[in-house]
């Protein structure tokens, strides 16, 4: 689903926004325009990271990301979601994390690329324009980590894996947004495609698109929205993680081939549930 933006699309709303504050804050034209969109998931909440199976698809909200290779030894990075003041900062092996926040699912992104990136010097200006509604848990951190990645790809004619840029960004999110992820969001905003929803095995990373129609025959799906602000570093969302590695130690004790919780029966469960701490 992520792909450098067609010249057709450069009347899409969201691109004519991002090439226009672009050319305001860098007095040029970006090189290249990209998207990675927002997911739903119609299956398997808090299965990822169970290495279970989900089946989430992708949304017509989309992160847009323009840019160009600068000349300067710092990347400048503004997103219209955020703030007006651009973040900077040096692509290169000190990197780490920062304020503002925002900025750390692109420079984890950055980070995992380094090695591919050139070694003489590594530095672009970029916008993000974005309507995937922050905070809704329509995965915008993967839409942006996921853009970023492409980015890099098409300003440096880098590689397209799918699959390897969904690793990529979820280590991102891992060791720069502080958040123990499983491989869904990002899995489904680097390889979802229109009409489809995403099998995902998440024990052995493999997928299959499944269909699920186009036009008229697609499936009405409802996405509302509860006004109750989401984060999954800043929730309870890397307790149920703990929670969950800590429930599989208890079921090893007794059933040593469970490996994680996919591999658990209601039975076994029942039979340890008071050996498990809330």
């Known amino acids: 689903m992520t792909t450098k933006v067609p010249v057709r699309s450069l009347q899409d709303p969201l691109v004519v926004e991002a090439v226009t504050i672009f050319r305001q804050k860098f007095s040029a034209n970006p090189e290249v325009a990209v998207f990675a969109p927002g997911r739903a998931n119609l299956i398997g909440e808090h299965t990822d990271y169970n290495e279970g199976f ?43 994390q920062g304020e503002p926040g925002w900025a750390n699912y692109v420079k984890g992104v950055v980070f995992q690329y380094l090695d591919e990136l050139p070694r003489d010097g590594c530095a672009f200006n970029a916008v993000i324009v974005s309507n995937v509604p922050l905070g809704s848990g329509l995965s915008s951190s993967a839409a942006i980590e996921v853009a970023t990645a492409t ?23 891992h060791d720069f947004a502080n958040t123990p992820c499983g491989i869904m969001d990002q899995y489904i905003s680097a390889m979802g495609r229109e009409g489809n929803l995403l099998l995902i095995d998440c ?11 186009k036009g008229d025959d697609v499936p009405v799906i409802l996405v509302t929205n509860s006004c109750v602000k989401h984060s999954l570093s800043g929730s309870e969302y890397p307790d149920r993680v703990r929670q969950c590695k800590a429930a599989v130690e208890v079921l090893k004790q007794r059933f040593p081939n469970i490996k994680s919780l996919r591999d658990a029966t209601m039975a076994q469960l029942e039979e340890v549930k008071d050996n498990i701490k809330a």
């Not at 590689?159 to 991102?172: D, E, F, H, I």
């Open 54 to 96: 989900v089946l989430p698809f992708a949304l017509p909200h989309r992160t847009i990301i323009v840019a160009s290779k600068s000349s300067s030894k710092d990347c400048a990075v503004y997103s219209t979601a955020i703030d007006d003041k651009p973040a900077i900062f040096r692509a290169d092996k000190s990197l780490g």
């Open 151 to 173: 980015m890099l790809e098409q300003l440096y004619r880098l590689p397209n894996n799918g699959t390897v840029k969904a690793l990529r960004c979820q280590r991102a999110e």
């Open 203 to 213: 024990r052995t990373n493999d997928y299959t698109l499944v269909p699920f129609g």
